[in-house]
Structure formats: structure tokens, C-alpha cells
């Protein structure tokens, strides 16, 4: 039984150009994601999906229901692979994620998805103070530009300062190639 698992973070159709949030380089961090998830299936790995809704109908993302919340094609769950709903950029909060991981006794995560700055610092984080340890396919996760004190700060540099802190003290970091050219079937070292 493998000891560790990829889990995909809210790649979801709103994300994408037509969706009402799209990301910088999502269709790229989409392929890659999905060399990931086909890796992970052809080595007998789990593949654990989570699946953002909000909780309102009247939220202007994620609404129940609509096109935005479904898993893009590219990664869409294969049957038997869980998919864990989710209200809260943390993926462990009010979820079954946790319960679903221990279950399974696994260790450690890589971790793919979207968005870096929210959905995937706030998991890594929380998946690592429970105990996990956290790989990041970094170039299989995007975000967007945002905005602080009225300047401006591009999605690329978001990106960039989200990693640099997780990697700081909370997983390791792997491009796509360099996972699928490593250990893709071993577990990630511990932070």
C-alpha cells in the first residue's frame, strides 16, 4: 500500500479563460497536473481530489451548481478516486480530508493545484503542522496578479514568494520533470 498520495487542489473550470476567476498559466499547471495524476494512477498511488463550492448561491464564484465548480477535463476524477468538498480555502477545514488520509495511512502529499496564494499555501500549511510531508509540484499550481497598498504585483512573482515561503519551512518543491525524472513512486522528504 502506498504511503502517500497526490492531491489535487480546486482545478476548476472557473479558473480557466472563460471561467469568472481565470489564472496565469492555468492551462499549463492543468497539463502538468495531469502528467502528475496519470503517474500517480499508473503506479497504484491515490489520487485525492478537492472540489471548492461556496456556500451561498449568491457568491459570485463557485456557486453550486454552475460550469465554474466542475473539475476541469484534463484531471477530472477517475471512478473510485475521492473527491473532498470544500467551503474554505483550507482544504483540511470542515472536511473529511484528514479522516480520508489516515484511513488510507498516508504520510505524505503532493500536492498540485490552484490557487498558490490561497488554496494551496493554506492546505500546505495545515498538512503540515498535522504531520504530512508536503511536496509541491510548483509549475503543476497557478495563480493570479494581485494588488497591494495600490501597487500592482504580477501572478509571476506571486507565484514565486508563495513557493520561496512554503519551501522555507513547509514542503520540498519539484517541477513536473524533475518529479516524473526522480522518485515519482517515493515519498517526498520530510520539511
Not at 473527491?83 to 480555502?89: G, I, R, S, T
Not at 519539484?174 to 522528504?189: H, I, M, N, R
Amino acid at each position: 500500500m502506498s504511503k502517500h498520495a497526490v492531491v489535487v487542489i480546486d482545478l476548476q473550470n472557473e479558473y480557466l479563460p472563460r471561467g469568472k476567476l481565470p489564472l496565469s498559466g492555468i492551462e499549463a499547471a492543468v497539463a502538468n497536473a495531469a502528467r502528475i495524476i496519470a503517474h500517480a494512477r499508473d503506479q497504484g498511488v491515490p489520487v485525492i481530489h478537492v472540489q471548492h463550492l461556496s456556500l451561498s448561491a449568491e457568491a459570485p464564484i463557485f456557486v453550486p451548481g454552475s460550469d465554474g465548480v466542475e473539475i476541469q477535463a484534463a484531471v477530472v476524477p477517475r471512478a473510485g478516486e475521492p473527491v473532498v468538498v470544500k467551503h474554505y480555502p483550507n482544504a483540511f477545514r470542515e472536511t473529511s480530508l484528514k479522516q480520508l488520509l489516515d484511513e488510507r495511512g498516508i504520510e505524505s502529499l503532493v500536492v498540485v493545484g490552484a490557487m498558490s496564494h490561497m488554496c494551496i499555501d493554506a492546505g500546505v500549511r495545515a498538512a503540515a503542522d498535522l504531520g504530512y510531508a508536503v511536496t509541491v509540484i510548483h509549475d503543476a499550481c497557478a495563480t493570479l496578479d494581485l494588488e497591494f497598498n495600490g501597487v500592482r504585483v504580477p501572478a509571476a512573482q506571486v507565484h514565486a514568494a508563495l513557493m520561496a515561503a512554503l519551501a522555507f519551512a513547509y514542503a520540498s518543491l519539484e517541477s513536473t520533470d524533475a518529479y516524473l525524472a526522480g522518485q515519482g513512486t517515493a515519498a517526498p522528504d520530510s520539511p
